[in-house]
Each structure stands twice: as C-alpha cells, then as structure tokens.
C-alpha cells in the first residue's frame, strides 16, 4: 500500500507552508469548501473511518451525535497526548509533519462548524509543540486560519496547549479539566462532553490520527477508504512494533492487516534463534495475546474476538528469552505511579498489585498470591471511576492466563527461570 498519512513525513525538518502545499497540502480543505458541513459527516460516516486513538469508536457518527443544531460556541480537541509504553505513532505526526494536523483540524472543524480548536499536546513533546505553533503562524499569515478562510465565511482559532505531563491527561474529560486549568481528574460520563464538555459547552474530541484520514477521506471519497483495508478493516493504520523485534519502528498498513505480518515481515522478525512467546497487540492497556493469534486481522472487531483490543495499534513483542512476569511488572509500576488519584480502587488497588507482583518477580511469592492478583485485578477494574484502572489491569489478568506456568515458576523455585545463577529454593 502506498503511504497515505506518513508519505511526506521528516521529523528532522518538517515540510513547511509552502513545502507542504507543493505536495498536495491544503487540497482537503479546497474540497472541503465545497461541501455542506453535513455532507462531510456524511461521508467520514459511510468510510467507516473509527477512532485511532484507542476506543474504535465511529468518528462519523461521534460528530452526528453532537447535533448540528448544539449551541455556540462549540470546540474541538484533536489529543496529541500519547503516553502509553510502546505508543509513538503521534509523536512521528506531530514532529514530521504539523501542517497535515492543521489542516486536518480546520476540515474536521468547518464540519462541526466549530470556530475554536486546541490541540492537546503530550508534555514530553515541548518541541514538536514548538514545530506546530510555528506551522499555526504560518497559516494564519497565509490566511488558512482566523477570520473568513479562504473567503468562505468560517472563522477558526487553533491553540496548542501542552499537557502537566500526566497519562490520565490523555483521557477525553481529563484533558478537558486540564485545558480548563483544573486538576485531570476523569469527569463523569453524563453529561457527556458533546452537550457538556469545555466551559459546559458542546465539544468534541479525536485523536489526531483519526482526524488527519478526514482531508483524504474527502479528496477520494468513502468506498476508496474503505478497500484501502484487507481483511474487513476500513482505510490504512500507523502500527508501532517493539520489543524483541530487529527493526522497531512504525509502519502504515493496510487496517486489518495481520500481526504475523507486521512482526515479521516489516519489523524484520525476532532475533536468530529466538522465538514468540506472546504479545500486547495494542499498547500496554491491552491483553496479552499468543503466536497462535498472530494470524488475526489487525481490526477492532477480529481483536476484540481474540480477547484483547486493537487500542493504538501498538506492538509489543515478548520473546522466550523475556520474562513475562518482569514485563508485566514494569507495565503495572507505570499504571500505578500514572493513577491520578481520585478514586480509591485505582489509587490504592494498583500499588497494591505492584507490592505482590514485585513479591513474585523477586522470588518471595506465595502460592495464593496469583488468585489474589485475579481477585483483586477483577475487584479494581469494576469499582474504579473510569476506564483507567480496567485498561491498567488487562495486561496483568492477561499474563496470569497466558503465562502462568512462568508465575508458578517464580513462586516454587523462587526465582526467574531464565535466571541461571540462581538454585531453586528448597
């Protein structure tokens, strides 16, 4: 598949203005202008274009929700806040190319018919934060954004704002108290940010991958998108692979393109003599999945089947030189120090797992503690506020299915079996 979304990417020196247009930048917007805004949900909705940045929600149809008639003034807010273990690809947007997001924004916003955007922007990404205020200027002295666009009669202000630096920021009503100069805590889901969201006023958020598939969706039309995917998936997808692979990277496929695919045909595969042990297919909010799944289409649907979810599209990759139970405990550590507090499950429940895995790992478990860890990751995922402790614990629940016998190994012989410079103890 020819790149679509990376084609003119250069982290090192980002096209500019007048680069970016030379390649065809800013086409989406002309089309655009030629449409009704209700036209272009229309046609984002019939591409099946569903939402990158984790949820898989429809983007058509999250924007035909909001209502055309939602009182002013509306805001959009395209999530730039990846910070997950294992998630890059935004990273590679924002720095390799900020004018695609800009134009993105102001298509997705002309649709919604929104006059102020923010771009949230990952605290750890200052500089790519600085690359697209730069683009911003630029466009609003080219006359691309501010008052009457182009002579259309839409007016939009984009602002980026940089992120505290928090993981839960990435959470869509988080990073609406964030923008709003509140503590991140998640809001309740009602009322939901599209009557309710900045200031109490209808928003909506996407993240920035989905946002940019708009302009192309409008410049070659739905049923183009939608056979750009194999396998049942709809249009192409950023895929990051690392791990114990020998070319980490990211890589824009075919959406539902499968992860014996992706592993090793353009990550380059495991090292010599190594081979699969499992592999988080979506970033470390998602379940561990086996080699016997690598053949599942890369979608949301075929992943959900398999007992996981296809979250950012981000691949981790174990090998059976890797300890499952150390891997685990580092994706636990993060969650847990990344909680924000508010809820006592989340807050207290996720160290509490991290005590006892760091038990196991060091060799000092004991055998009821992988029940505990069963019991106690259900109890947290079903008592928490929001979606935050569940995504925490599924790579924990996961590990205790897929590799129990490296756990039971950890508690009987009191070490890692890889480790071969410890006896067994007696």
Same mark, same amino acid.
């Given at each position: 598949?020819?790149?679509?979304?990376?084609?003119?990417?250069?982290?090192?020196?980002?096209l500019?203005?007048?680069?970016?247009?030379?390649?065809?930048?800013?086409?989406?917007?002309?089309?655009?202008? !030629?449409?009704?805004?209700?036209?272009?949900?229309?046609?984002?909705?019939?591409?099946?274009?569903?939402?990158?940045?984790?949820?898989?929600?429809?983007?058509?149809?999250?924007?035909?929700?909001?209502?055309?008639?939602?009182?002013?003034?509306?805001?959009?807010?395209?999530?730039?806040d990846?910070?997950?273990?294992g998630?890059?690809?935004?990273?590679?947007?924002?720095y390799? *190319?900020?004018?695609?997001?800009?134009?993105? =924004? =102001?298509?997705?916003?002309?649709?919604?018919q929104?006059?102020?955007?923010?771009?949230?922007?990952?605290?750890?990404?200052?500089?790519?934060?600085?690359?697209?205020?730069?683009? =911003?200027?630029?466009?609003?002295?080219?006359?691309?954004?501010?008052?009457?666009?182009?002579?259309?009669?839409?007016?939009?202000?984009?602002?980026?704002?940089?992120?505290?630096?928090?993981?839960?920021?990435?959470?869509?009503?988080?990073?609406?108290?964030?923008?709003?100069?509140?503590?991140?805590?998640?809001?309740?889901?009602?009322?939901?940010?599209?009557?309710?969201?900045?200031?109490?006023?209808?928003?909506?958020?996407?993240?920035?991958?989905?946002?940019?598939?708009?302009?192309?969706?409008?410049?070659?039309?739905?049923?183009?998108?939608? !056979?750009l995917?194999?396998?049942?998936?709809?249009? *192409?997808?950023?895929?990051?692979?690392?791990?114990k692979?020998?070319?980490?990277?990211?890589?824009?496929?075919?959406?539902?393109?499968?992860?014996?695919?992706?592993?090793?045909e353009?990550?380059?595969?495991?090292?010599?003599?190594?081979?699969?042990?499992?592999?988080?297919?979506?970033?470390?909010?998602?379940?561990?999945?086996?080699?016997?799944?690598?053949?599942?289409?890369?979608?949301?649907?075929?992943?959900?089947?398999? @007992?996981?979810?296809?979250?950012?599209?981000? =691949?981790?990759?174990?090998?059976?030189?890797?300890?499952?139970?150390?891997?685990?405990?580092?994706?636990?550590?993060?969650?847990?120090?990344?909680?924000? @507090?508010?809820?006592?499950p989340?807050?207290?429940?996720?160290?509490?797992?991290?005590?006892?895995?760091?038990?196991?790992?060091?060799?000092?478990?004991?055998?009821?503690?992988?029940?505990?860890?069963?019991?106690?990751?259900?109890?947290?995922?079903?008592?928490?506020?929001?979606?935050?402790?569940?995504?925490?614990?599924?790579?924990?629940?996961?590990?205790?299915?897929?590799?129990?016998?490296?756990?039971?190994?950890?508690?009987?012989?009191?070490?890692?079996?890889?480790d071969?410079?410890?006896?067994?103890?007696?």
């Open positions: 598949m020819e790149a679509l979304l990376t084609r003119y990417l250069d982290p090192v020196a980002p500019n203005l007048v680069a970016y247009q030379a390649t065809g930048g800013y086409r989406g917007l002309t089309a655009a202008f !030629d449409l009704k805004p209700e036209k272009i949900i229309d046609i984002v909705e019939a591409a099946n274009l569903r939402g990158r940045g984790g949820a898989g929600f429809p983007c058509g149809l999250k924007w035909r929700l909001r209502g055309a008639d939602a009182p002013s003034p509306r805001y959009l807010i395209c999530n730039l990846e910070s997950e273990p998630t890059f690809k935004d990273r590679y947007l924002l390799g *190319s900020p004018h695609q997001i800009i134009e993105a =924004i =102001i298509v997705s916003a002309f649709a919604l929104v006059e102020r955007a923010f771009i949230f922007v990952r605290g750890e990404y200052a500089k790519g934060g600085n690359a697209l205020n730069q683009a =911003i200027q630029e466009a609003e002295t080219a006359g691309l954004l501010g008052t009457n666009i182009g002579g259309s009669g839409f007016n939009l202000q984009i602002e980026a704002h940089l992120s505290g630096g928090r993981y839960i920021c990435g959470e869509e009503t988080a990073q609406i108290n964030a923008i709003e100069g509140r503590r991140p805590n998640p809001r309740p889901k009602i009322p939901r940010p599209s009557t309710h969201g900045l200031w109490g006023q209808p928003t909506t958020s996407n993240n920035v991958e989905t946002l940019i598939n708009v302009p192309h969706i409008l410049l070659n039309g739905a049923d183009w998108f939608r !056979d995917g194999v396998n049942g998936g709809c249009g *192409s997808k950023l895929f990051c692979v690392s791990g692979v020998q070319h980490p990277g990211l890589f824009e496929l075919p959406c539902g393109t499968p992860a014996r695919e992706l592993i090793f353009y990550a380059g595969g495991l090292d010599e003599g190594r081979t699969l042990l499992g592999f988080l297919p979506g970033g470390a909010s998602t379940a561990f999945l086996l080699p016997e799944h690598l053949d599942v289409p890369m979608d949301f649907d075929p992943m959900a089947e398999a @007992g996981s979810r296809l979250g950012t599209g981000s =691949i981790i990759v174990l090998d059976d030189a890797t300890c499952p139970v150390k891997v685990t405990l580092n994706l636990m550590r993060f969650f847990a120090r990344e909680s924000c @507090g508010f809820c006592t989340c807050r207290d429940g996720l160290p509490y797992l991290v005590q006892i895995l760091t038990s196991i790992s060091s060799g000092e478990g004991q055998a009821d503690d992988l029940e505990l860890l069963d019991e106690l990751s259900t109890t947290i995922a079903s008592q928490s506020f929001c979606a935050f402790a569940p995504g925490a614990v599924m790579p924990l629940v996961s590990s205790l299915k897929c590799f129990h016998e490296h756990y039971e190994h950890h508690v009987t012989a009191g070490h890692c079996r890889f071969k410079t410890v006896k067994d103890k007696t």
